[in-house]
T-cell receptor, first 114, second 114 residues
């Protein structure tokens, strides 16, 4: 089983709202990732968690706050977003960090900021 | 951030034709991955390549890891309507020095004409 699940599937939020995106995997993977994908563009890396610790932050604005409560869960907390943050947010996981193992992606959360 | 050079950008083919696309990079990667993405969905892993010169097949798909570790190609034989979508190549350094994310090509949009 190589399933990564994400909720919600769609999210519409105002610029003053606080919301969270959730990601879950039960493959025993120890690396988890957040990517952002704009229309007609490839995914862009935002954050990497290795063994539940944040190891890479690709200069993402502080209005995006990641959290890894345990080895199976990854959250992305959103606050005071801008309309340009509207995008498909993808979660991914891989077996071990840093060893080049393949990454498996979830279906994504389509975020619209109004 | 860094991107891979993926070509062609789009392909219009007839059902039953063979398809070929490739990616090149100015940097060495230790892992090359090929994904397919349907509209509104997350990327689905097609083939993973780990060794320079490696040639791997998955059904009608064949991919190779270039001997210089700076390029990869994907071939699809006897295309069918469900092959329509966007194909992304992705490279990962995987140097063992810590988790790293994927660097993506810009994608090849495959369109099959009736």
């Amino acid at each position: 089983d190589t399933e990564v699940t994400q909720t919600p599937k769609h999210l519409v939020m105002g610029m003053t709202n606080k919301k969270s995106l959730k990601c879950e995997q039960h493959m025993g993977h120890r690396a988890m990732y957040w990517y952002k994908q704009k229309a007609k563009k490839p995914p862009e890396l935002m954050f990497v968690y290795s063994y539940e610790k944040l190891s890479i932050n690709e200069s993402v604005p502080s209005r995006f706050s990641p959290e890894c409560p345990n080895s199976s869960l990854l959250n992305l907390h959103l606050h005071a977003l801008q309309p340009e943050d509207s995008a498909l947010y993808l979660c991914a996981s891989s077996r071990e960090p840093g060893l080049g193992y393949e990454q498996y992606f979830g279906p994504g959360t389509r975020l619209t900021v109004t | 951030g860094q991107q891979l050079n993926q070509s062609p950008q789009s392909m219009f083919i007839q059902e039953g034709e063979d398809v070929s696309m490739n990616c090149t990079s100015s940097s060495i990667f230790n892992t090359w991955l090929w994904y397919k993405q349907d509209p509104g969905e997350g990327p689905v892993l097609l083939i993973a390549l780990y060794k320079a010169g490696e040639l791997t097949s998955n059904g009608r798909l064949t991919a190779q890891f270039g001997i210089t570790r700076k390029d990869s190609f994907l071939n699809i034989s006897a295309s069918i309507p469900s092959d329509v979508g966007i194909y992304f190549c992705a490279g990962q350094l995987g140097s063992g020095g810590g988790a790293d994310g994927l660097t993506f090509g810009k994608g090849t949009h495959l369109i099959i004409q009736p």
